[in-house]
């Protein structure tokens, strides 16, 4: 049970170059979120997805696709990188307790080990 | 749009000395959690806290959650150089069941 792994674990890229990030999980949730993460601003969401084949926007969505073919996986592009896009991001995945509704629902959200992106 | 602001940025504690971190919210949560984030890793799920007033303790940590479900804080008793890390509050609305606000965290240090 490898829970969340993503790929790559480290990329730079020169601005304009495109990339895909990959998230993967093997704990059947229904729920993978994109986060990124700058110095002094915490975890801000790109983009979510409540099940497969659906994506919402989250936060800061600008500059950034996803998709969510299969449910382990949630894809995140960048089709024209720039420097401001120079973070460590995250992928995270979560389920829900049925029946206990949104005020009691026990998400934790489960965290992959990031990547590291730098942009010049 | 919602804001979940944390003080301190930054504490830096002698090990053994207590540590507080406080959390507000500009909105009533449905809940709040916890994530504890170590130098060079990804952050790792503490606790939730639901009920108005709650209060849940894990050894040394202290959690609380407001009356009014909008402030939060975790308190650190008798502080080790293990719990060197970033602590983070992430609350969720009302209105979403699996989206979370995290907070700007609060990188904590320990001087052995």
């Known amino acids: 049970n490898a829970g969340v792994t993503q790929t790559p674990k480290f990329r730079v890229l020169k601005t304009g170059q495109s990339m895909t990030l990959l998230c993967a999980q093997d704990?059947?949730?229904?729920?993978m979120y994109w986060y990124r993460q700058d110095p002094g601003m915490g975890l801000r969401l790109i983009h979510y997805s409540v099940g497969e084949g659906t994506t919402a926007k989250g936060e800061v969505p600008d500059g950034y696709n996803v998709s969510r073919l299969k449910k382990q996986n949630f894809l995140l592009g960048l089709e024209s990188a720039a420097p401001s896009q120079t973070s460590v991001y995250f992928c995270?995945?979560?389920?829900?307790?049925?029946?206990?509704?949104?005020?009691?629902?026990?998400?934790?959200?489960?965290f992959g080990p990031g990547t590291r992106l730098t942009v010049l | 749009g919602q804001q979940v602001m944390q003080i301190p940025q930054y504490q830096h504690v002698q090990e053994g000395e207590d540590f507080t971190t406080y959390c507000n919210s500009s909105t009533t949560l449905s809940n709040i959690q916890w994530y504890k984030q170590r130098p060079g890793g990804h952050p790792v799920f503490l606790i939730q806290l639901v009920k108005s007033g709650e209060v849940k303790k894990q050894k040394r940590l202290t959690f609380q959650f407001g009356e009014a479900k909008k402030n939060s804080s975790l308190h650190i008793t008798a502080t080790q150089t293990t719990d060197v890390g970033t602590y983070f509050c992430?609350?969720?609305?009302?209105?979403?069941?699996?989206?979370?606000?995290f907070g700007s965290g609060t990188r904590l240090l320990v001087r052995p």
């Open positions: 992430a609350g969720r609305n009302l209105d979403s069941s699996y989206k979370l606000i």
């Open positions: 704990m059947n949730h229904e729920y």
């Open positions: 995270a995945s979560s389920y829900t307790v049925q029946g206990v509704g949104p005020s009691g629902s026990y998400n934790e959200q489960f």
